[in-house]
């Protein structure tokens, strides 16, 4: 008996290690270069080589056989000697030696032509970021008339509640098995497309970033608490800079323990060095942190006062000069506009934790108007919040009149 090898990313192997029928539904989201897409397109081609099956490849629009699957189908066989063994590739075909045929077919427009369809075992939706819920309705309503159908939807997100955002996302079905791919997750992520995504995290705004590169929806912006602010982009601290300066939050139940290291340099803030995790237990704090951020034991950090007894632990614990930070009515409000009277707040790469919550701390928005409103949502604010205690002294100052940000 001959086998072959075939390597994928481990996101792809987990998730196709079930055989098929396991699962109704198997769903891939993320930012480019993920691997997503070719990594189904080489499993469709494994299965249609193993058995005989009708695959669908549809997408919402598809005017012409250059905008389908059929590319990312050919790039797969074509990377593998015995599938290319298998398969005859046309131009707008492809059908494999057993009798697997590929039918493409776009849905706008197509959707009676599609419930004409018989017989289909496999269908990928490919950006099925962009498929109304009509057209879902129709396509589920005939795809799943075989034993052991399955569908794939595959798709960057870009709107929080879409039709594929809430069917797999939101409340997937038991039935399905559904994972997230970033260019993290894809070992044979392109040296050249890695240049390409430096350069757009250092020329993008972080919102706009996260949505092309780190499979993020697109935000909107004027509701992000520090819109306009954030910047990504590599640096070391210089001997001119005031810091370091290390604050801390602890987490609770579902929430991160977060420490941060920061630096002023003239009219802008710098966010160096990370520590996050959840369920860190209060025993292994001062470990995690200290193993995060060089010299956080030796200089003074300031915590939430909320948890004195945890403060006090982490003194007697590896971390003797943790203080409990200052707070008065209105601290959060002047924390925030402490720091947004720097003229930039530079987050170094490194600090993906950090990145994120730029991108997600955000103002509340009127469900009935869209207006922004000026009350926070208390979410995504961990990092943040450690940020303000690491820097409260000069909150204080500034918000009783004394130093501001020049």
């Known amino acids: ?6 390597d994928l990313p481990r996101k792809i192997v987990d998730l196709f290690k079930a055989p098929r029928g396991t699962y109704q539904y198997r769903a891939m989201h993320g930012g480019r270069g993920s691997g997503k897409s070719f990594g189904a397109a080489k499993m469709a081609a494994i299965w249609g080589m193993i058995e005989p099956l009708r695959i669908l490849c549809t997408r919402e629009f598809q005017a012409s056989i250059k905008e389908s699957f059929h590319a990312e189908l050919k790039a797969a066989i074509a990377s593998e000697p015995w599938l290319e063994a298998h398969y005859d590739v046309g131009v707008d075909y492809l059908r494999g030696a057993n009798g697997t045929e590929f039918i493409f077919r776009g849905l706008r427009h197509n959707v009676g032509s599609i419930k004409s369809l018989a017989k289909i075992d496999l269908t990928i939706c490919e950006e099925a970021e962009d498929i109304p819920e009509l057209s879902w309705l129709a396509l589920e309503a005939t795809v799943f008339r075989q034993p052991k159908a399955e569908l794939w939807a595959i798709w960057n997100p870009r709107l929080d509640g879409s039709p594929v955002d809430k069917r797999f996302r939101k409340s997937a079905p038991a039935n399905a098995a559904v994972v997230e791919m970033n260019w993290q997750d894809n070992p044979f992520f392109p040296p050249g497309l890695n240049t390409l995504r430096q350069r757009e995290q250092s020329r993008l705004d972080p919102a706009t970033y996260a949505h092309v590169w780190l499979g993020a929806y697109l935000e909107n912006s004027d509701a992000q608490v520090f819109a306009g602010k954030i910047a990504v982009e590599p640096f070391e601290p210089q001997g001119n800079w005031s810091g370091p300066y290390f604050g801390g939050d602890f987490g609770f139940s579902q929430d991160p323990t977060a420490a941060v290291e920061v630096w002023i340099a003239g009219d802008e803030l710098h966010i160096r060095r990370e520590a996050f995790k959840t369920g860190l237990e209060l025993d292994d704090t001062a470990a995690f942190v200290t193993g995060k951020i060089p010299r956080f034991e030796l200089e003074v950090s300031r915590w939430d006062n909320a948890r004195p ?13 943790a203080q409990s930070v200052d707070k008065w009515k209105g601290s959060v409000e002047d924390g925030i506009a402490y720091l947004r009277s720097f003229r930039r707040i530079v987050i170094h790469p490194d600090c993906g934790n950090m990145q994120r919550e730029a991108r997600l701390y955000s103002y509340k928005v009127d469900k009935l108007t869209g207006d922004v409103t000026t009350a926070i949502v208390d979410a995504h604010n961990h990092g943040w919040d450690a940020v303000r205690y690491a820097v409260s002294p000069m909150i204080r100052k500034q918000s009783e009149g004394g130093f501001a940000v020049l």
């Open 1 to 6: 008996m001959t086998t072959a090898t075939v």
């Open 309 to 321: 007894e945890s403060i006090s632990h982490l003194k007697r614990h590896g971390i003797p000069r």
